[in-house]
């Protein structure tokens, strides 16, 4: 009913920038809610990087506040993450979120990911 899929990622240098984009499709994807981007590095649970609302309010987690900015299209269905400032500790492979419920229940649809590397 919903898929999710992610591009942008890759190698980048410390200090750089990369943009991801997440485009949702099929025939329930206009009625997300909710989106966001959570990322999983090597060794460690998946954790929330940031979330926005289909009105635009958004949430970072502590550690990207300033550096990264999640935005929506929702014409297009699509979130944005665009990293600035990167940092080695930034490396994992990112997913993107959607949420959307139907008749009290909430679901949640997860993309392949995308993988980020910080690295000189």
């Known amino acids: 009913q919903v898929q999710l899929v992610e591009s942008g990622g890759g190698l980048v240098q410390p200090g750089g920038s990369l943009r991801l984009s997440c485009a949702a499709s099929?025939?329930?994807?206009?009625?997300?809610?909710?989106m966001g981007w959570y990322r999983q590095a090597p060794g460690k649970q998946r954790e929330l990087v940031a979330t926005i609302t289909r009105a635009g309010s958004t949430n970072y987690t502590e550690s990207v506040k300033g550096r990264f900015t999640i935005s929506r299209d929702n014409a297009k269905n699509t979130v944005y993450l665009q990293m600035n400032s990167l940092k080695p500790e930034g490396t994992a492979v990112y997913y993107c979120n959607g949420a959307r419920t139907s008749w009290g229940r909430v679901y949640n649809y997860w993309g392949q990911g995308t993988q980020v590397t910080v690295s000189s």
């Open positions: 099929g025939s329930s994807s206009s009625s997300i809610y909710g």
